[in-house]
T-cell receptor, first 113, second 113 residues
Framework: KNEVEQSPQNLTAQEGEFITINCSYSVGISALHWLQQHPGGGIVSLFMLSSGKKKHGRLIATINIQEKHSSLHITASHPRDSAVYIC?????FGAGNNRKLIWGLGTSLAVNP | EPEVTQTPSHQVTQMGQEVILRCVPISNHLYFYWYRQILGQKVEFLVSFYNNEISEKSEIFDDQFSVERPDGSNFTLKIRSTKLEDSAMYFCATLDRAGYGYTFGSGTRLTVV
């Protein structure tokens, strides 16, 4: 059974700080997603990774397939980055698996001005 | 940008009542999903829907739950006889034709009293 674990569960930062959120998983996957959940509950997809590194604005996501680990970095953090960041993984497509996501619990980030 | 639309945004219902949660998925996407998130817990997979039929369902998705796409546009989740433990945020999601990009609805917060 694939488990997805994130750390830390809660994170408070000062504006401008560099932030790292970690995700680890227990079995082989086909893709890992980073998502952002706003206080109202809405979910937005940030990145999909199967290898290497991706960057979008101040967000950087990396994955190490061998170590079954991914990190989400936020550079020059801002109060508007305050949200819950969730890691979710997807198994390789096959019988009985239809590209569903298995989710971590999320990291609640608060960036203070 | 195409959106997944969910209605209602909030629903309060009496225990034992039937509820129908509605989603308008992105029309040219192929896979549709329902997920739920009980307060303070991980997002959980309920069911996936492909080619007008269920392609995978979780242990949570018992006989009290059903999904259908009655008119080729709406994608509905029905809970026949709600229980207190069905109180959660329910998300509809679609997967694009390339098989990598998920789009989420803003969720329906269901409260069973």
């Amino acid at each position: 059974k694939n488990e997805v674990e994130q750390s830390p569960q809660n994170l408070t930062a000062q504006e401008g700080e560099f932030i790292t959120i970690n995700c680890s998983y227990s079995v082989g996957i086909s893709a890992l997603h980073w998502l952002q959940q706003h206080p109202g509950g809405g979910i937005v997809s940030l990145f999909m990774l199967s290898s290497g590194k991706k960057k979008h604005g101040r967000l950087i996501a990396t994955i190490n397939i061998q170590e079954k680990h991914s990190s989400l970095h936020i550079t020059a953090s801002h109060p508007r980055d305050s949200a819950v960041y969730i890691c979710a993984v997807r198994f390789p497509f096959g019988a009985g698996n239809n590209r569903k996501l298995i989710w971590g619990l999320g990291t609640s980030l608060a960036v203070n001005p | 940008e195409p959106e997944v639309t969910q209605t209602p945004s909030h629903q309060v219902t009496q225990m034992g009542q039937e509820v129908i949660l509605r989603c308008v998925p992105i029309s040219n996407h192929l896979y549709f999903y329902w997920y739920r998130q009980i307060l303070g817990q991980k997002v959980e997979f309920l069911v996936s829907f492909y080619n007008n039929e269920i392609s995978e369902k979780s242990e949570i998705f018992d006989d009290q739950f059903s999904v259908e796409r009655p008119d080729g546009s709406n994608f509905t989740l029905k809970i026949r006889s709600t229980k207190l433990e069905d109180s959660a945020m329910y998300f509809c999601a679609t997967l694009d034709r390339a098989g990598y990009g998920y789009t989420f609805g803003s969720g329906t917060r269901l409260t069973v009293v």
